[in-house]
């Protein structure tokens, strides 16, 4: 009699134990194998996320807040918008990488007037970003399902110009070698309008770090770089007509100029302080921290997944 | 007896090799081809779709009209040649794959045939003859029908495993440390001097064969 009670007693227990960890466990919403990957929508409490080949520690992710979807919740998302510091009215934007469609969100929000093309290669990452994370779609943002070189070769037949590339396609499982490569970086280069500018999303823990950077500036000449406080992510802000010489008169000039005044205050609204950003921006000509004669990968050599496998 | 037996396995191990290299050659080609064309094409899944089909589909045409060559005076001299051949053809991958894929990339707007078409034209012929190769090692190295089966099972077993290696050495290393074209001409020159080495030893097999039957004439 009193065992059976005492057993009822664990029981209880038990159950309430699997409650308490399922309300502070991830709840998975939606899960499916794509061409490509495995695709995974996480809910946990108010955050919502997108995640690629979940085992893997090294994957990036797209999150919004449910109850304040246009609040950015990653730090690299909120060092892209550094772009918009350098060049505060890109009419045209190029989104290589779709991920849950929260950049073009917010930008649409940011620049209404903006035209943005979103490239994503897999169509199931499109559909679960229409999905899941409320991804808007009109006359001004489309959708190309598409290799993101196939894309801009392209878009260079058509003429067409963008005033702000992202290159946002790698999830950090497997990077595109061909579009890590001069050539495609040369590609994207000659797609910018004159006073375009472009920021990509980077590897910076590993091998590739090296190879990655000195590809850039093989390409772009000095480029500014927006690294996070602890230094665990890194973009690269290049512009197609090169840098101003000095940097810090440039962010002065920024600074007070009064449309920046408004997009800053914008930006709070969001979750990115402008202010935060600067302090960031290091020019690669007085902050360069790699070695001259670094390899470049181009078409003919890019072991870039073989570069990243061994994070230091 | 025992002497002419013994050079005979000589003969049979170095056309086994051949078979060998002939395997990795493919594999290692087949590897690169993604690479050579994602600059066009990109790197969706109906890129490998067009190189797989490319190169199952000449293998195929390949072990057909190897087989099909061996049933007319076969040699170890056409076998070299065919070795020098496919060597050859690899070279336009190199040289040409550029302004192909170019031209290819804007007459045909929809990358599942354009990539289909460009690894027609930089795979198919190459592929081909070296998929030649492997009917025609079975009848050099057949002696009776009874062993037949044994040998082909044995020249499959080499030639695919050549084809292994040459996946993952490529896959793992090579293009770590070597530029695509760079690998590309080192295939090709190893071909071509498999091949030239293999018309030496034809030629050398066949005055060894002519003193020896000479001695054979004047020992009656």
Known sequence: ?312 | MQEPKKSINYNNLFIYFLAFTSGFSIMCIELLAGRILAPFFGSSVHIWGSIITVFMLSLALGYLFGGKLSTRSASLTRYGAIFIIAGLTLLPIVTSSTWLMESIFLSVEDSRYGSLLASTALFFIPTIILGMLSPYSVRLLVRNSNESGQVAGKLYFVSTLGSALGTIITSFYLVLWFDINTIVVSVSLLLSLLGFITIVVAKMNASLFKSKAQRDISHA
Request: charged letters at 25%; aromatic letters at 10%; hydrophobic letters at 35%.
């Open chain 1, 1 to 312: 009699m009193l065992n059976s009670a005492g057993k009822l007693i664990y029981g209880l227990y038990f159950l309430l134990g699997i409650s308490i960890v399922n309300n502070a466990m991830a709840e998975v919403i939606h899960s499916e194998r794509s061409l490509y990957r495995n695709i995974l929508v996480e809910d946990k409490g108010d955050l919502r996320c997108l995640k690629f080949n979940v085992k893997s520690n090294k994957t990036r992710q797209s999150c919004l807040l449910k109850s304040q979807p246009q609040r950015l919740v990653f730090n690299y998302t909120k060092q892209l918008l550094t772009g918009l510091l350098v060049n505060p009215k890109p009419k045209r934007i190029l989104i290589i990488g779709l991920g849950g469609g929260t950049m073009s969100n917010t930008l649409h929000q940011l620049l209404p007037d903006s035209y943005i093309d979103n490239v994503e290669i897999d169509e199931s990452v499109i559909k679960v970003a229409r999905q899941y994370f409320g991804f808007l779609e009109n006359d001004q943002i489309k959708t190309y399902s598409q290799d993101g070189r196939v894309f801009v070769k392209r878009a260079l037949l058509k003429k067409l110009q963008y005033d702000w590339i992202i290159l946002d396609a790698f999830n950090g499982d497997y990077i595109p070698e061909h579009l890590m490569t001069k050539e495609y970086l040369e590609e994207t280069k000659r797609l910018l309008s004159p006073q375009g500018i472009l920021t990509a999303n980077t590897f910076s823990s590993s091998k590739l770090y090296v190879y990655e950077s000195a590809t850039y500036k093989a390409v772009f000449g000095d480029y500014y770089q927006v690294s996070n406080p602890d230094n665990s992510n890194r973009i690269i802000l290049a512009r197609n007509n090169g840098l101003d010489e000095n940097l810090y008169k440039e962010q002065a000039a920024i600074e007070q100029s009064e449309s920046i005044t408004k997009l800053a205050i914008k930006l709070l609204t969001i979750g990115v302080d402008a202010k935060q950003l600067y302090k960031n921006i290091k020019s690669t000509a007085t902050h360069q921290d790699w070695p001259d004669d670094s390899p470049v990968l181009t078409d003919q050599f890019s072991p870039a997944n073989l570069l990243n496998i061994d994070g230091d």
